[in-house]
T-cell receptor, first 116, second 110 residues
C-alpha cells in the first residue's frame, strides 16, 4: 500500500520568503508527527496531530512556524520569513493511535529545505 | 528531558561479521523503536520493543530491550553491504512522539 508521501522533495528558497511543506499520511492513520533533521543536530520533534488538533505546539522552534491538518489527513507545515538556520530535512510520520499509545511511526522521505 | 545515547557513533565492519549497536536512555523506557536511514532518505521502521526482556528478530537483525538498565541493543548477524546505513533508536516522549539518539553510522566493507 501507499506509504507516507511528502512534497516537495527539495525546496530552495531565499531568506525571508515563506515556504509550505506538505505531508500525506498513510490512509487511516490518525496520528501525524513532524520532525526536523539538521546536520549535526539529530532528529528534533516539532509537532503532533491527533486527528485535526495539535494539543501542544511548544516544540515548534519559533512563531514563524505553524502547522495545520485538515480532514484528519493531509498536513502542511508553514515557515514564514525563512532564515538560514531553518535549512534542514523536514520529516513527517504517521501512525495508528492504539490503546496504550504504542504504535510504530512510519516516515515519509522528507523535504530538504535550503534557505539561501 | 529524556535523552538517548547510542554507541558506537560509527562502525566499519567486514562483510560477514557480526556487530552490536547499543542505545541507553537517561530515563525509563516506555517502548523502544529502531529505525534505519540511508543517506537522503526517510527512516525505515525496523522493530518496536515494549516490554523488558523482549527480543525481536527480523531476518538477520535482532533487538533486545533491558528495561532495568534502560538499554536496548541491536545485533546484526553476518553483515552484508545492504545493512549499511544509519541506525537510530527512539524512545517515546510525552506526546507519543519519538525522541531519537544521534544514530550509529554502519559501513560494511565487501
Amino acid at each position: 500500500g501507499a506509504g507516507v508521501s511528502q512534497s516537495p522533495s527539495n525546496k530552495v528558497t531565499e531568506k525571508g520568503k515563506d515556504v509550505e511543506l506538505r505531508c500525506d499520511p498513510i490512509s487511516g492513520h490518525t496520528a501525524l508527527y513532524w520532525y526536523r533533521q539538521s546536520l549535526g543536530q539529530g532528529l528534533e520533534f516539532l509537532i503532533y496531530f491527533q486527528g485535526n488538533s495539535a494539543p501542544d505546539k511548544s516544540g515548534l522552534p519559533s512563531d514563524r512556524f505553524s502547522a495545520e491538518r485538515t480532514g484528519g489527513s493531509v498536513s502542511t507545515l508553514t515557515i514564514q520569513r525563512t532564515q538560514q538556520e531553518d535549512s534542514a530535512v523536514y520529516l513527517c510520520a504517521s501512525s495508528l493511535r492504539l490503546a496504550g499509545g504504542h504504535a510504530a511511526q512510519y516516515f515519509g522521505p522528507g523535504t530538504r529545505l535550503t534557505v539561501l | 528531558s529524556q535523552e538517548l545515547e547510542q554507541s558506537p557513533q560509527s562502525l566499519i565492519v567486514q562483510e560477514g561479521k557480526n556487530l552490536t549497536i547499543n542505545c541507553t536512555s537517561s530515563k525509563t523506557l516506555y517502548g523502544l523503536y529502531w529505525y534505519k536511514q540511508k543517506y537522503g532518505e526517510g527512516l525505515i521502521f525496523l522493530m518496536m520493543l515494549q516490554k523488558g526482556g523482549e527480543e525481536k528478530s527480523h531476518e538477520k537483525i535482532t533487538a533486545k530491550l533491558d528495561e532495568k538498565k534502560q538499554q536496548s541493543s541491536l545485533h546484526i548477524t553476518a553483515s552484508q553491504p545492504s545493512h549499511a546505513g544509519i541506525y537510530l533508536c527512539g524512545g517515546r516522549g510525552s506526546q507519543g512522539n519519538l525522541i531519537f539518539g544521534k544514530g550509529t553510522k554502519l559501513s560494511v566493507k565487501p
